[in-house]
């Protein structure tokens, strides 16, 4: 189901100039919207209220109560803003909240959308596994290397690999009992699905951490959506590399919970190691 801020997005180009002015107004500060009367909306989108009720029929409510109560239950479900809401010239304040919002709002999402049982499955391969292998390219490949520097601590052996000639190499070599956890926003980037191929055909089990309905959700053996919308041609990965950060932290709780009384004295033994490197020195 569209939320209200998607509706509103999706209807831009069939509203009057008006209607178009007093939906860029919403769009760029939804939360305060809420709070307004249909008069001081009108003031301070500097359109009449005919404009507003005649906007609210457009987006499919009855009327500006029943726009406000849609609006609200979509940020209240963790509604991202859109980056394009940052405005050429938008003051360093807007910049850090428009930012920060959408970044909460698009973990609120994943975290409502996540299959429990999926986790489940995931976390069941990772504890079996004889070896994992994280495989992700730019941003992805940062993600990968985040979630090895976790799991490798858990006694596990891993390696993350972001050359998609060596995970290529190393998927074919895979065994039955190994795992790949690969990573990839749009799941779309042909050298990681043969990767992921050709693990499949040695054996291995696969976790896709990427947008649900994309060529590697369907190849792997489980799939954790993380449907995270944002202009890649523009930016870099922001909203969606933090997703899967997060989705990673909840495998690596998940299996350290699994593994249970013999993973305390591996991580106390690693943290020593740590500590002594540690300066002990106080005030510096």
Not at 246 to 275: C, F, H, S, W, Y
């Amino acid at each position: 189901m569209l939320t209200m801020l998607n509706r509103i997005e999706a209807t831009l180009t069939q509203l009057r100039p008006s209607e178009r002015k007093l939906a860029a107004y919403v769009l760029d500060a939804p939360r305060e919207v809420v709070d307004l009367s249909m008069n001081e909306l009108a003031e301070r989108a500097n359109v009449s209220q005919p404009t507003i009720a005649r906007f609210c029929q457009a987006v499919g409510c009855s009327g500006y109560r029943e726009f406000k109560i849609r609006l609200a239950q979509g940020i209240a479900q963790g509604v991202p803003f859109v980056h394009r809401d940052v405005r050429p010239d938008e003051p360093v304040p807007g910049i850090a909240s428009k930012v920060l919002d959408r970044t909460i709002g698009s973990l609120m999402q994943v975290r409502n959308n996540l299959s429990p049982d999926s986790i489940g499955q995931a976390i069941e391969l990772l504890a079996g596994a004889r070896r994992i292998e994280f495989y992700g390219a730019g941003a992805s490949g940062i993600a990968a290397q985040d979630m090895q520097h976790k799991f490798f601590r858990l006694g596990v052996p891993t390696v993350a690999y972001n050359d998609p000639h060596v995970y290529g190499m190393s998927a074919a070599l895979l065994q039955q009992g190994d795992v790949v956890v690969a990573i990839s926003n749009t799941g779309r980037t042909q050298d990681l699905l043969e990767a992921v191929q050709l693990a499949r055909n040695a054996g291995a089990s696969v976790i896709a951490i990427t947008h649900s309905n994309s060529p590697l959700a369907r190849q792997a053996s489980v799939a954790l959506f993380a449907d995270v919308d944002e202009d890649t041609d523009v930016y870099s990965p922001l909203t969606s590399r933090i997703a899967h950060l997060a989705i990673g932290d909840v495998l690596a709780v998940g299996m350290a919970l699994r593994l249970g009384d013999r993973l305390p004295t591996q991580l106390a033994r690693a943290k020593e190691v740590i500590n002594r490197r540690r300066t002990t020195s106080e005030g510096r």
